[in-house]
C-alpha cells in the first residue's frame, strides 16, 4: 500500500452540519488525551490527532487497515465511521450516529493531504482567509504529538501543510481585506487617527459591542462610558474595559462630551435622535464620530449626514465587506495552483523518508553478512592466513563495508530524483 494512501480523514464541518450539531463532537480537553489513545487502540490506527474549532471535528489518522466494509484499503464507509462514533460518543443515540455517519465527509490519501491543506490555507473555511485555522491547526497537531499519539507520517504531512499555507498567505491576498463587519469598523474609526484618550460611549452590551470595545481596548483606548438597558451587563463590560457603567434611561442626561459613540442594541427605533445627541455633545463644536453597528440603525436619519458627523453605518460596512469577500475569492485559484504545487513535490520528499527508513537496516545487514562470512563460511581459509594477511583483509572488509552502506542510499536517490522529473 502507497505510504501516503495510509492517510484518512473523517471530517464534520460546518458545509455538510448545523454548528450546534458539530458542538456534540467536541471532546472536553481534559477527556481527549485518555479517549483519544482508547479510539487509536480500539482500530489499530498507528497514528492520531483531532481537530476541533467552532466549526469542524476532524478525525487524521494513519491506518492500513481496511474500514469495515469497505472492498479497498483506502476507503471510509459510513459503516466504519457509525463505529468510530459508538465508540467515540457513547452519549449519542442511533439515529444521531447514523445521521453524522452518512453526512460525514472522508478523505484517503491524496484527496486528504489535499484537503488539510485547504483547512489550513482557509479555503474551506466558514470564512475564507480566516487565518486563524492555521494556529489552530498546528495546536491540534503539536496536542496530538505531546500525547504520542502521531508518527513519522503526520509529521512529514503537517510540515508540508504547513508550509503550504505559509505560501498561500504568502503570495496570494486571500487574507489581506477584513470579511467581519467589526474588523472592517474597527479599521476605519482607526483610520481617522482616534487618539487612545478619546471618550468612547457605548451603547449596548451585546456580543457585538463587546468584541469591537475589546479591539478597541487592546489597541490603547482607556476611555469608556458603557450604557446598557440592562445595568448588570453594563456593569460586566465596563468591569472589562476599566470604563463606568450606566443605565440606557441616564443616556438622556449624560453632559460630559464624547468623541466617539459605538452602538448596537435592538431597538426598534432610533435610539441616538438629534436632540439626544445635541445634549450629549454638551456644547462641544468638534467632529464627533458614530459607529453604528445596529440593524435597523440606533442613529435618526438626519444625523448621518449631518455635518461634523462622522458616521459609519452598517449598509456602508456590509458593502465593504461583499467587496473585500469577493476579493479573496478572486484568489482561490492562485490559492490551489501552489496547494497542487506543493502536492507534487511532497511525493518524492515522502518517497525518499520511506527509503531512508528502508535503508536504515543495510549496515545492520551488512554487518551480519561480514560476520558470517568471517566466523563461518571462510572460517578455515583465514585461519590459514599469517598476521599480515588477516590485518590486511580486515582493512579491506573496513573499506568495503563503510563504503557500501553509502551506496544503496545514493543509488535509491538518484532513481527517485529521476522519476520525479517525468
Not at 11 to 21: E, G, N, P, V
Not at 203 to 226: D, E
Not at 399 to 413: D, G, H, L, N, T
Request: with cysteine.
Amino acid at each position: 500500500m502507497e505510504e501516503l494512501g495510509k492517510l484518512k480523514i473523517i471530517a464534520f464541518t460546518h458545509r455538510d452540519f448545523k454548528l450546534d450539531d458539530v458542538g456534540k463532537l467536541v471532546l472536553a480537553e481534559e477527556e481527549r488525551p485518555a479517549r483519544l489513545q482508547e479510539l487509536k487502540n480500539r482500530f489499530g490506527w498507528s497514528e492520531l490527532m483531532m481537530i476541533a474549532t467552532c466549526n469542524r471535528v476532524e478525525f487524521i489518522f494513519v491506518s492500513e487497515l481496511p474500514a469495515l466494509g469497505a472492498s479497498n484499503h483506502a476507503a471510509i464507509t459510513p459503516e466504519s465511521t457509525a463505529e468510530i462514533l459508538q465508540f467515540l460518543y457513547p452519549g449519542l443515540d442511533g439515529t444521531e450516529i447514523a445521521q453524522f455517519a452518512e453526512k460525514a465527509a472522508t478523505f484517503a490519501g491524496v484527496p486528504a493531504l489535499v484537503h488539510l491543506m485547504k483547512v489550513s490555507s482557509s479555503l474551506d473555511s466558514l470564512v475564507v482567509g480566516e487565518k486563524e485555522i492555521l494556529l489552530q491547526v498546528r495546536q491540534s497537531y503539536e496536542a496530538a504529538r505531546g500525547m504520542g499519539l502521531t508518527g513519522d507520517l503526520l509529521r512529514l504531512v503537517m510540515d508540508r501543510v504547513v508550509k503550504a499555507a505559509k505560501e498561500v498567505y504568502t503570495h496570494t491576498r486571500i487574507a489581506e481585506k477584513p470579511v467581519s463587519v467589526v474588523s472592517v469598523a474597527y479599521r476605519l474609526l482607526k483610520s481617522q487617527k482616534t487618539t487612545p484618550e478619546a471618550r468612547i460611549l457605548i451603547i449596548g452590551a451585546g456580543q457585538t459591542n463587546k468584541l469591537f470595545s475589546k479591539y478597541l481596548r487592546k489597541h490603547g483606548s482607556t476611555n469608556f462610558t458603557v450604557f446598557n438597558r440592562t445595568l448588570s451587563k453594563a456593569e460586566e463590560l465596563a468591569a472589562e474595559l476599566g470604563g463606568t457603567a450606566l443605565s440606557l434611561e441616564q443616556l438622556t442626561s449624560y453632559n460630559k462630551g464624547f468623541d466617539v459613540i459605538i452602538t448596537c442594541t435592538g431597538a426598534a427605533g432610533p435610539i441616538i435622535t438629534p436632540a439626544i445627541y445635541q445634549s450629549l455633545l454638551a456644547g462641544e463644536t468638534s467632529t464627533k464620530t458614530i459607529v453604528d453597528l445596529a440593524l435597523p440603525s440606533d442613529t435618526a436619519e438626519e444625523l448621518r449626514t449631518a455635518e461634523g458627523v462622522q458616521y459609519i453605518g452598517m449598509e456602508y460596512l456590509q458593502d465593504i465587506v461583499r467587496r473585500n469577500m469577493n476579493e479573496r475569492y478572486l484568489e482561490l485559484e492562485a490559492a490551489e495552483a501552489i496547494i497542487d504545487r506543493n502536492v507534487r513535490e511532497f511525493r518524492p520528499v515522502l518517497r525518499q523518508r520511506q527509503i531512508e527508513l528502508a535503508m536504515r537496516e543495510v549496515p545492520h545487514k551488512i554487518k551480519e553478512i561480514r560476520a558470517s562470512a568471517l566466523n563461518n563460511v571462510f572460517v578455515e581459509d583465514i585461519q590459514q592466513l599469517d598476521p599480515n594477511s588477516r590485518e590486511v583483509l580486515e582493512k579491506v572488509l573496513n573499506y568495503m563495508e563503510k563504503r557500501y552502506v553509502s551506496v544503496p542510499m545514493v543509488m535509491a536517490k538518484d532513481i527517485l530524483l529521476s522519476k520525479s522529473n517525468y
